[in-house]
């Protein structure tokens, strides 16, 4: 039994010197201000769904800051705050609620956020166009499937990526504090673990593939690696991708579609060179459904679409 029960993740947090270079960025990148007037020193993103923001940003040096994990409730945190020998505290933060900050064993900073108050469910806009005509079905029939242009429509945080030193020592943390279940361990040789995706764990409700990954590199020190954000469709995600290209931002590695998790991916780098994902048509799991054991070329490669940039430095 684990101490809390994570529902999903809720928001990334950094750290940069310009403000409105990080602004600039996450609106092409589909995002929109979570406050009418951004607090001094501190920037907040959302998307469309109801989580109040997802992407934070504090006056500083670049850099990550911190996770937000939403728990079940008000007793979770008490629970983990007992155990870490913390304080549960008000959040701070648009749609408020309660928080209690751990120390993962590699430094990094989770922040498990309860009671935080949603959007109001009308507010979402994502313009889903028309059904698909394909393989021989043609649901669309005298209706014309045309896709605003513009940036993608950022609906929700998918996932994080985390860089560890001690990858078995990482899981058996956050598995402890928050009840992650394995979908996919990472093996490069037999019985030799050096990752795992994540999920929440909600029973018979599914839940994306993977809510958080964990990877040791061997050598390498602690390090987040990207954020992950779900976006309306297939079409949102290439126009995006369009927009993002106009806008002049980098672009890192896609578009492809994932093996682990079958995700359409589209990775970028922000201002300050943090690795943020667009994605759709993400594998749903319940808890029941099991996990499996793969090398590198699973979790690197792809099903269509370029070579990762890296896959070479690990598959020989």
């Given amino acids: 039994m684990s101490i809390a029960t994570a529902y999903d993740?809720?928001?990334?947090?950094?750290?940069?010197?310009?403000?409105?270079?990080?602004?600039?960025?996450?609106?092409?990148?589909?995002m929109v201000d979570a406050v009418p007037a951004q607090p001094t020193g501190q920037l907040f993103m959302r998307g469309t769904g109801r989580a109040p923001f997802l992407h934070a940003t504090e006056l500083g040096e670049a850099g990550f800051a911190a996770l937000g994990i939403w728990v079940r409730d008000r007793a979770d945190l008490?629970?983990?705050?007992?155990?870490?020998?913390?304080?549960?505290?008000?959040?701070?933060?648009?749609?408020g609620g309660l928080?209690?900050?751990?120390?993962?064993?590699?430094?990094?900073?989770?922040?498990?956020?309860?009671?935080?108050?949603?959007?109001?469910?009308?507010?979402?806009?994502?313009?889903?166009?028309?059904?698909?005509?394909?393989?021989?079905?043609?649901?669309?029939?005298a209706r014309f499937r045309r896709v605003s242009q513009g940036p993608s429509h950022v609906m929700r945080l998918g996932h994080c990526v985390l860089g560890v030193t001690n990858f078995r020592r990482s899981?058996?943390?956050?598995?402890?504090?928050?009840?992650?279940?394995?979908?996919?361990?990472?093996?490069?040789?037999?019985?030799?673990?050096?990752?795992?995706?994540?999920?929440a764990d909600r029973g018979d409700e599914p839940c994306d593939h993977?809510?958080?990954?964990?990877f040791e590199r061997p050598g390498a020190p602690a390090q987040f690696m990207h954020s992950a954000f779900e976006v309306a469709d297939l079409d949102d995600l290439m126009t995006g991708h369009d927009h993002l290209v106009a806008a002049g931002w980098h672009p890192h590695w896609g578009v492809g579609r994932h093996i682990l998790?079958?995700?359409?991916?589209?990775?970028?780098n922000d201002p300050f060179g943090h690795e943020i994902e667009h994605w759709t048509d993400g594998d749903q799991l319940r808890t029941a459904d099991g996990g499996g054991i793969v090398g590198f070329a699973e979790l690197l490669g792809g099903q269509w679409g370029p070579p990762n940039p890296v896959l070479k430095d690990f598959v020989k």
């Fill in 9 to 30: 993740v809720a928001h990334v947090r950094f750290r940069a010197p310009d403000l409105a270079k990080m602004r600039a960025f996450l609106l092409d990148f589909g």
């Fill in 78 to 95: 008490e629970a983990l705050a007992a155990h870490d020998g913390v304080a549960v505290e008000p959040f701070d933060a648009p749609g």
């Fill in 99 to 141: 928080v209690v900050r751990l120390t993962d064993p590699d430094g990094f900073v989770i922040e498990a956020i309860a009671e935080q108050q949603p959007l109001p469910a009308n507010d979402r806009t994502v313009p889903f166009p028309d059904d698909w005509n394909h393989g021989g079905e043609h649901p669309r029939i």
């Fill in 171 to 199: 899981e058996q943390w956050y598995k402890d504090r928050f009840g992650f279940v394995t979908s996919d361990e990472i093996q490069p040789a037999p019985g030799v673990a050096i990752g795992a995706f994540l999920r």
């Fill in 210 to 214: 993977h809510t958080l990954f964990l």
């Fill in 261 to 268: 998790g079958s995700q359409v991916f589209d990775y970028w």
